[in-house]
Structure formats: structure tokens, C-alpha cells
């Protein structure tokens, strides 16, 4: 089975700081991995994916994420945050069995 | 107009109630999905459609039971609520890539059920 584990509930940054958002899986299987982007009073949104190649996947809004096996690791990084990215963001995993696993959350909260 | 639609967005009902959330979509996806969201515990599968004629159980399908009444259409409904089923639903849309091998599933705004 797989599992999610997004150990920080929430992570308090400056504006213009950089972002780290922590996410590590299990899986006795290859994975697909993603992050999903939920702001206040929305619905999620895909952010960014890594399916196969290259283990850096850029998305939307300046993020990107790291996709490191040997750490069963997909940290997603901003190298500068703005006040438009708090929100909630959610790590998600699959095998390909067409069922997304998602992990709890971490809200970003941004201060001036 | 959004592409995944729910309704009601706010619902507060008393336990014993039945309950019908409904959403339609317009993006023309075969897979239908609905999710529950509680605070620390992320997203749980509830329900899942591949297409009108196929229903499949998530990961927390008791006490809940679905309706696909159209491609466009996937209904949840709560028989007799219950307090612990106050969470945030959401209805969420895929291809038949998306939802697993792709990731991207396609959500709805939520519907927020209060059970008192």
C-alpha cells in the first residue's frame, strides 16, 4: 500500500523568503508523485507532477519539486514566496492504479 | 461558469436527515470521484465512477451511498446523518489517464455539511 507523509501542519514564511513544503512516501511500487494547490474557499488544483525523466519538475507559480528516490522524498520549493501563495498544499501518490493518495496538508502561511 | 459544479455549497442539517449533494460537470470526463476533507487528515476517497454504468467503493464508503445519473452527473447522499460526517465534500472530474497515471483530477468549490 501507499502512503503519504507530510509531517509539518503548517510552515510560517516572510514574503520574499524561500518555501520548503516536506513530503515523503511509501511504496513497494514505482510512483507517480504530485502536489496539489488548495486556496481559501477553492477546490484543489494540480501544481506540479513528476510521472517519469527528469527528477526536477517545474509547475505553476515559480514551484518546483525534487523527486529523490533513495530519500522516498518530493519536497516542492519556491525560491521566493509571495503573499498569493498561502494556502493549503497537499502531496499526493500513486502507482498508477487510478486512485490518487493524498497526504494530510500543510498550510503556507505568508507575513509581510 | 465552473467546469465542476456542487451544490448545496453550505449545507447545516440535523442527524437522522437524508442528504443529497450533487455535482455536474462540463468538462466531458467519464470518471467522477467524491472526496471528504477534515482538518488534519487530508483527502479520503469516498466514492468513484469510471463511467454511468460502473460505481466502486473508496476508502471510507459506509454510511454513504451514490447515484450516477448521467455522464454528467454523480450524486452523494448521506441516509441518515450523523455528526462525524461534518466535513468539506468535494466532487472531482479525471480522464481515463488522469485520477492515477496522470494525477490530475479536476475539483469542484466544495459543499460544506454541517451534521448537528
Known amino acids: ?17 524561500p518555501v520548503e513544503l516536506r513530503c515523503n512516501y511509501s511504496s513497494s511500487v514505482s510512483v507517480y508523485l504530485f502536489w496539489y494547490v488548495q486556496y481559501p474557499n477553492q477546490g484543489l488544483q494540480l501544481l506540479l507532477k513528476y510521472l517519469s525523466g527528469s527528477t526536477l519538475v517545474k509547475g505553476i507559480n515559480g514551484f518546483e519539486a ?18 498569493s501563495d498561502a494556502a493549503e498544499y497537499f502531496c499526493a501518490v500513486s502507482s498508477g492504479f487510478q486512485k490518487l493518495v493524498f497526504g494530510t496538508g500543510t498550510r503556507l502561511l505568508v507575513s509581510p | 461558469d465552473a467546469d465542476v459544479t456542487q451544490t448545496p ?31 488534519g487528515l487530508g483527502l479520503q476517497l469516498i466514492y468513484y465512477s469510471f463511467d454511468v454504468k460502473d460505481i466502486n467503493k473508496g476508502e471510507i464508503s459506509d454510511g454513504y451511498s451514490v447515484s450516477r445519473q448521467a ?22 472530474t479525471s480522464t481515463p489517464e488522469g485520477g492515477g497515471n496522470t494525477g490530475e483530477l479536476f475539483f469542484g468549490e466544495g459543499s460544506r455539511l454541517t451534521v448537528l
Open chain 1, 1 to 17: 500500500a501507499q502512503s503519504v507523509t507530510q509531517l509539518d501542519s503548517q510552515v510560517p514564511v516572510f514574503e520574499e523568503a
Open chain 2, 9 to 39: 455549497r453550505n449545507r447545516i442539517t440535523k442527524t437522522g436527515k437524508r442528504i443529497m449533494l450533487e455535482c455536474s460537470q462540463t468538462k466531458g470526463h467519464d470518471r467522477m470521484y467524491w472526496y471528504r476533507q477534515d482538518p
Open chain 2, 71 to 92: 455522464q454528467a452527473k454523480f450524486s452523494l447522499s448521506l441516509e441518515s446523518a450523523i455528526p462525524n460526517q461534518t466535513a468539506l465534500y468535494f466532487c472531482a
Open chain 1, 66 to 83: 525534487e523527486f529523490k528516490k533513495s530519500e522516498t522524498s518530493f519536497h516542492l520549493t519556491k525560491p521566493s514566496a509571495h503573499m
